[in-house]
């Protein structure tokens, strides 16, 4: 990695700029090495080079390397992706370069179908921009992604804004107004740097044309399977959701059933429930009725038991009278 970045991307140790003077006397070389560190290393470090150069008697480079701005985090994280997903902006680029080409041949529908495709390829790279901040130990929050996705959209658009971003020497973010020219100036660290390339060795991935368009070719493929696949999932799926609404429908139709025979049954039940309590007054009026006829019945009992008593004195006292004057 340039400027003593460790493997790591733990930080600048300074490693790297020492030795390097008199064989480093190109504005350029030096914006390349500089701004391919984070916004954090790149004060002490551009402060270095440009001590060095002047010790070397480098004046005049020494006072240009001083004067470098340091990066906005959204036009650091733009050129560390040159550098370290140079496949996936050279694709993005690219497209842009077609999209360019086709654009005066296609019609409104076409026009905004495409518009639409860069809106998510750009949205899609910027996202993947932000994670490549995180790995680098410089995360960055959401309007540094929105400024990074203005960037590339500047760049799909604009082919001098393409050229810039190419560089990795951006000091700030750029911005397309529509389908014009994107406003360069005081864009690149190096004016006039447009047309040079981040070296090399900084991007991870291979750079030749030919692996790219073989990788692009084996990208649309699989993007065709799976684009194939999820159709498939999706008839499967919509099939499932249509089965499963159905069932839906009938469980709601059983369930409206069941809670309207509940709110019968319940008025069944309170309607009985009111009945037994007037019959469980009436039988306890009853009972007691009853407890007072037993009581009455009693007394009765009583009274003719005398009765025939009394009866039976008197048939005996009138039979020993009849007895007694028979003689």
Do not use: I
């Not at 701004?35 to 440009?50: D, I, Q, S, V």
């Not at 019968?264 to 407890?291: F, G, H, I, K, N």
């Amino acid at each position: 990695m340039p400027g003593g970045r460790s493997a790591g991307g733990s930080g600048w140790s300074g490693k790297g700029l020492v030795g390097l003077t008199g064989a480093v006397t190109d504005l350029s070389a030096v914006a390349q090495e500089l701004y391919g560190l984070t916004p954090a290393e790149f004060t002490p470090a551009r402060n270095a080079r440009a001590k060095e150069l002047r010790a070397a008697g480098e004046k005049e480079l020494a006072d240009a390397v001083r004067a470098m701005p340091r990066p906005s985090a959204a036009a650091w994280l733009a050129n560390a992706m040159v550098r370290h997903l140079g496949e996936e902006v050279t694709g993005l680029l690219e497209l842009g370069e077609e999209l360019r080409r086709a654009q005066a041949d296609l019609d409104a529908a076409q026009l905004r179908e495409l518009t639409a495709q860069r809106r998510r390829l750009v949205s899609a790279l910027a996202r993947r921009g932000r994670e490549l901040a995180g790995e680098l130990g410089h995360k960055v929050g959401p309007g540094v992604v929105e400024q990074l996705a203005a960037t590339l959209n500047a760049a799909m658009t604009d082919k001098d804004a393409a050229e810039a971003l190419r560089t990795g020497l951006l000091v700030g973010p750029m911005e397309s107004a529509g389908l014009g020219r994107v406003d360069l100036d005081g864009v690149l660290a190096v004016p006039g740097a447009a047309g040079e390339r981040a070296p090399e060795g900084v991007a991870p991935l291979a750079r030749k044309r030919a692996a790219r368009d073989a990788e692009r070719a084996r990208a649309r493929e699989a993007a065709a399977r799976r684009l194939a696949e999820a159709q498939e999932h999706l008839a499967s799926a919509e099939a499932e959701a249509a089965t499963a609404d159905r069932r839906r429908r009938k469980a709601e139709e059983h369930v409206r059933s069941l809670q309207a025979g509940v709110l019968q049954a319940r008025a069944e039940t309170e309607d009985l429930r009111r009945r037994l309590e007037s019959a469980e007054v009436a039988l306890e009026r009853v009972e007691d009725e009853l407890a007072d006829a037993e009581d009455d019945r009693e007394v009765a009992v009583a009274d003719d038991a005398g009765a025939r008593s009394d009866v039976e004195a008197a048939r005996a006292a009138l039979a020993a009278l009849r007895l007694e004057q028979g003689r």
